[in-house]
């Protein structure tokens, strides 16, 4: 899956007119590598020319402080005597992974959140090198799919019919490679927690506490967006959910502040029901009989 993952990131790179322009090439494609550069002196380099250059490395590894699946570090290294500006390439680095979400195949899909950008530089005998690393946070966007009745696909299929021209993940086919725009949101739906309410004889009430990731770059089209689902919860107070059982809006919160990649706008708690299909049976303890 890294190996995937490593080509669709390169893909993006590359795929930026704009930063390909500015970079050296190797081979005859854009200097872009990972996880190491060839040498300076290896053939290949054409014109003789080895900056600037992008090299990145990727860590899947899960960082519960940061809320992240892992880092990715992006590397730009250019010498002092070149007519480039790192502050130019920068952000078109950062334009490359922005609202994009990246699904390997087989695999789960991938968004980056920028972390920082630090800058550096590497005094060797004849030239110096100066460079930036941009770091990047890693967060997945796995299958929210439990079981019938799923409080996420109910909610997912109602966003999708208030808003049909949004991509849902985990409810429409996704492309290798997804950007979120201002025409074509990207919705994903989160189940945070499940809580077991009250009990009846043949129900056991569920409290489903689902949160609602609303991805695009402008961001008055995600206040509209998270304004119009919340406005419809209020008004419907109920989800209805693929077996036809109601899902009731017990708790609704949004904040249209909040970090809609990692947190998302919308907060809500549904309630459902699973049925115990069969009457739940009392234990007789003590048994009453009769004087005679």
């Given at each position: 899956?890294?190996?995937?993952?490593?080509?669709?990131?390169?893909?993006?790179?590359?795929?930026?007119?704009?930063?390909?322009?500015?970079?050296?090439?190797?081979g005859g494609k854009p200097a872009v590598f990972s996880p190491e550069p060839p040498d300076d002196n290896q053939e290949g380099w054409d014109g003789n020319v080895q900056y600037p250059k992008v090299i990145y490395n990727f860590d899947l590894q899960a960082n519960e402080e940061r809320h992240s699946a892992g880092t990715l570090s992006v590397s730009l290294l250019c010498r002092n005597t070149m007519d480039v500006f790192l502050e130019k390439m920068e952000p078109l680095v950062r334009e490359c992974l922005r609202d994009v979400i990246l699904k390997p195949e087989n695999g789960i899909p991938y968004c980056f959140a920028w972390a920082r950008?630090?800058?550096?530089?590497?005094?060797?005998k004849e030239n110096l090198t100066i460079g930036s690393e941009v770091r990047f946070d890693i967060l997945e966007y796995p299958s929210q799919e439990t079981t019938d009745p799923d409080p996420v696909l109910a909610a997912c299929k109602?966003?999708?019919?208030?808003?049909?021209?949004?991509?849902?993940?985990?409810?429409d086919q996704m492309d290798e490679i997804t950007e979120?725009?201002?025409?074509?949101?990207?919705?994903?739906?989160?189940?945070?927690?499940?809580?077991?309410?009250?009990?009846?004889?043949?129900?056991?009430?569920?409290?489903?506490?689902?949160?609602?990731?609303?991805?695009?770059?402008?961001?008055s089209i995600r206040l509209k967006i998270a304004a119009g689902i919340t406005n419809r919860l209020s008004l419907d107070g109920e989800i209805i959910m693929l077996d036809h059982s109601p899902m009731g809006v017990k708790r609704l919160q949004t904040n249209y502040k909040s970090d809609y990649l990692k947190e998302g706008?919308?907060?809500?708690?549904?309630?459902?029901?699973?049925?115990?299909?069969?009457?739940?049976?009392?234990?007789?303890?003590?048994?009453p009989y009769a004087k005679y």
């Amino acid at each position: 899956m890294q190996l995937i993952l490593e080509e669709l990131i390169y893909k993006r790179f590359c795929g930026s007119g704009q930063l390909v322009k500015s970079l050296a090439s190797f081979g005859g494609k854009p200097a872009v590598f990972s996880p190491e550069p060839p040498d300076d002196n290896q053939e290949g380099w054409d014109g003789n020319v080895q900056y600037p250059k992008v090299i990145y490395n990727f860590d899947l590894q899960a960082n519960e402080e940061r809320h992240s699946a892992g880092t990715l570090s992006v590397s730009l290294l250019c010498r002092n005597t070149m007519d480039v500006f790192l502050e130019k390439m920068e952000p078109l680095v950062r334009e490359c992974l922005r609202d994009v979400i990246l699904k390997p195949e087989n695999g789960i899909p991938y968004c980056f959140a920028w972390a920082r950008t630090d800058a550096f530089t590497i005094d060797e005998k004849e030239n110096l090198t100066i460079g930036s690393e941009v770091r990047f946070d890693i967060l997945e966007y796995p299958s929210q799919e439990t079981t019938d009745p799923d409080p996420v696909l109910a909610a997912c299929k109602y966003i999708k019919e208030i808003y049909p021209d949004c991509l849902v993940m985990g409810y429409d086919q996704m492309d290798e490679i997804t950007e979120a725009s201002a025409s074509r949101p990207v919705v994903y739906c989160r189940l945070v927690s499940v809580e077991k309410g009250r009990e009846t004889n043949t129900v056991a009430w569920m409290d489903g506490k689902i949160a609602v990731h609303i991805l695009c770059p402008d961001s008055s089209i995600r206040l509209k967006i998270a304004a119009g689902i919340t406005n419809r919860l209020s008004l419907d107070g109920e989800i209805i959910m693929l077996d036809h059982s109601p899902m009731g809006v017990k708790r609704l919160q949004t904040n249209y502040k909040s970090d809609y990649l990692k947190e998302g706008q919308i907060i809500f708690t549904g309630n459902f029901g699973l049925l115990r299909y069969k009457a739940k049976g009392h234990t007789l303890r003590h048994t009453p009989y009769a004087k005679y």
